[in-house]
């Protein structure tokens, strides 16, 4: 991708490979995606338009809603009858019962609701069905052409980055990685960033522990979330306007294997920071 | 920094102005810092043997273990006598009462406590004196070059940045951003990321309430916690190691103001997520 990058070689296997600086670029051009339209094609138009061949190890990472706009999963709420529960909930935060009808559809727990009598609409921390903790289960109003429609996650954004990656591969011939993100709020921390929800060969995590720091010290605990890390630096280039939803990575140090967003979900047991 | 981007203008006060790539380069041949180093002056010589000048924009992202070096924040754990409080929590986590007792002494409030079965050590989940919730309060034992030795967080990271930052840009003439960076754990996922502990000129947010989405949408939520991005994207290249400690990011779409990683701290009392 980017001329003056390492990247142009293979995806390494060796962890001590030190490469010095990372290229970030915006895919511009892509069309207004819309449901049943392949997403992998219009990415390789517009950069075959922009001039920029993919090169081996390059990372896509892509914001969800050009997946879910693809696959169709948009949801038109004047087709939603909201349940008894959906009615509560919308009455106690000031929301479109719909909303929250199709929110609860999404989850598998409600985390917790929340008003603050200065809000005019309250929110719902939920589960969602794919395990991530998150605002409304990520039912999304913004970037939706049409009215009363909402955009939900892909159904298996795993399965969708890997068809992405694989249509990406075939087209071009490189070994390539795909990371498809959303845009999460922060226990303790204020300010959003992106997540990764879905991926395909990049790993959720580098296990560090065995190798050692400066001084030989052996790293016990030291598991960076490499795909988080790939998703929150997208924050810095993908426009909130949801007008750049795909970048390129090139010049990250990543071994490619069998990945999936899951991995980067805090088993319930385990989360000291509840 | 990177003449294929387009950070080598003026930071911009245009949030519309449209980047299209940014590129991350680590400042190699930093050399081991001690205590009372001149770490920006240790900064500008690496940069000026690398022949890579600093352009305007260009933000540093800097581990803070460098920083709390220079600074002195070391402390020898044979010189700590343990309070009666850390024996007790040394005793029940299997930890170094004297390492207890450091951490006790950085933190406001011990959130929580836990060691597993099949632990060796427990973990300690503390309130930063300076608000950050994270674990063992940011004591850290890797990366020190002496044994039995711990660092802690520079004093006052923001002030930290200030500092290095009014130093780069003195020497340099051109207008920067600096961060400094720490890895904690985050609820609900796994796997480390970076996150920012001190600012100087860099937003810890981008408010871009009042902005419009790509269909006219007011977006109402919409806060990227843009230092918070850049500390995570920093762990990309930063090695875990330890060896690669201070990155420039240039192309970043950012405008300078006064700010403190103090922002990024989420008030208890709206902490929907607890």
Redesign the interface.
Same mark, same amino acid.
């Given at each position: 991708m980017?001329q #003056?990058s390492t990247a142009s070689s293979e995806p390494t296997t060796d962890q001590h490979t030190? $490469?010095?600086?990372?290229?970030?670029?915006?895919v511009?051009g892509i069309p =207004?995606i819309k449901p049943g339209d392949d997403l992998a094609a219009e990415i390789l138009i517009a950069l075959k338009n922009m001039q920029l061949p993919l090169a081996h190890g390059d990372i896509l990472v892509i914001a969800h809603k050009v997946v879910s706009k693809a696959e169709g999963q948009i949801v038109d709420l004047a087709t939603v009858t909201p349940s008894a529960e959906a009615l509560e909930i919308a009455k106690k935060l000031n929301k479109d019962p719909a909303k929250v009808e199709t929110v609860l559809r999404e989850s598998s727990q409600i %985390? $917790?609701t929340?008003k603050r009598a200065d809000q005019d609409e309250g /929110?719902i921390?939920a589960k969602h069905r794919l395990g991530f903790?998150c605002a409304n289960a990520a039912v999304d109003?913004?970037? &939706? !052409?049409q009215q009363n429609h909402v955009i939900l996650l892909p159904k298996d954004p795993d399965a969708s980055a890997r068809s992405i990656c694989a249509a990406l591969e075939q087209a071009t011939g490189k070994k390539l990685g795909v990371v498809i993100t959303d845009?999460f709020? $922060? @226990?303790?921390? +204020?300010?959003? &960033?992106? %997540?990764a929800i879905g991926l395909a060969k990049v790993p959720?995590?580098v296990d +560090?522990a065995g190798?050692? !720091? #400066?001084?030989g010290?052996e /790293?016990k605990v030291?598991? @960076?979330? /490499?795909a988080?890390?790939?998703a929150?630096?997208s924050?810095?280039?993908m426009?909130?306007?949801?007008?750049?939803p795909v970048l390129v990575?090139s010049g %990250?140090?990543w071994t490619p294997r069998a990945s999936s967003a899951q991995?980067?979900?805090?088993p319930t047991g385990e =989360?000291?920071?509840?």
């Open positions: 980017n #003056a030190d $490469r010095q600086s990372i290229h970030i670029q915006a511009t =207004d %985390v $917790r929340s /929110l921390i903790i109003e913004s970037n &939706v !052409d845009t709020g $922060r @226990p303790w921390r +204020m300010g959003l &960033v992106n %997540v959720a995590k +560090m190798e050692t !720091d #400066a001084y010290r /790293l030291t598991v @960076p979330a /490499l988080d890390e790939l929150a630096a924050g810095l280039l426009s909130k306007e949801g007008k750049k990575f %990250v140090q991995e980067l979900i805090r =989360d000291l920071f509840k």
